[in-house]
């Protein structure tokens, strides 16, 4: 299930984005924006695409796609990997089997394009959904969301980096 925004960093949201608005809204035209339409940037009517694969994330054995590269000192012994910092290459496939097709790779590669998602994904949850913010490419302009349900979980790797094959289901407009 989606994750709601606890009250007061609603509230801090609502208040910091509102007096922006305003001063935008209020503001006297100025040298450095302008209003654009869509077509000047050559953009089209907006597409959507449903994107369906399987997302590997090996710690463990020969041949690891995630690495820990950085961790702050004070966490050292945190169960949840607060501070944590971790490099990854992780397989896009099209089944759960890592031996299926490979469609892309979790640095955000799709024929030079990405897309930005951003979101808590907690492995153990049933089904996580996460927003997508942004992208490159062919997802210039992206917005949508990402659905993620883990497939398998090898629960004897290192906490918060575990073995682990998540099915995602995204769903996206861009043009």
């Known amino acids: 299930m989606a994750r709601t925004l606890s009250k007061p960093t609603?509230?801090?949201?609502?208040?910091?984005?509102?007096?922006?608005?305003?001063?935008?809204?209020?503001?006297?035209?100025?040298?450095?924006?302008?209003?654009?339409?869509?077509?000047?940037?050559?953009?089209?009517?907006?597409?959507?695409?449903?994107?369906?694969?399987?997302?590997?994330?090996?710690?463990?054995?020969?041949?690891?796609?995630?690495?820990?590269?950085?961790?702050?000192?004070?966490?050292?012994?945190?169960?949840?990997?607060?501070?944590?910092?971790?490099?990854?290459?992780?397989?896009?496939?099209?089944?759960?089997?890592?031996?299926s097709k490979l469609v892309g790779r979790a640095q955000g590669k799709y024929n030079g394009s990405t897309l930005s998602v951003l979101g808590r994904n907690t492995i153990l949850s049933t089904v996580r959904e996460l927003p997508i913010v942004g992208g490159t490419g062919l997802f210039r302009f992206a917005r949508g969301y990402a659905l993620a349900r883990t497939y398998s979980f090898d629960p004897t790797a290192p906490v918060m980096l575990g073995n682990a094959v998540v099915e995602y289901n995204v769903y996206v407009f861009h043009y």
């Not at 509230?11 to 809204?25: D, E, G, H, Q, Y």
């Not at 695409?49 to 702050?72: C, E, K, M, S, W």
């Open 10 to 99: 609603c509230t801090f949201l609502i208040l910091f984005t509102v007096p922006f608005s305003l001063i935008l809204a209020t503001s006297e035209p100025n040298p450095f924006d302008k209003t654009l339409s869509p077509s000047s940037l050559g953009l089209k009517e907006a597409t959507l695409t449903h994107l369906h694969f399987y997302f590997h994330d090996t710690v463990t054995g020969q041949n690891p796609t995630a690495f820990r590269i950085a961790q702050a000192r004070i966490t050292n012994k945190s169960a949840t990997g607060f501070g944590a910092l971790v490099m990854i290459d992780e397989p896009l496939t099209v089944g759960p089997e890592l031996s």
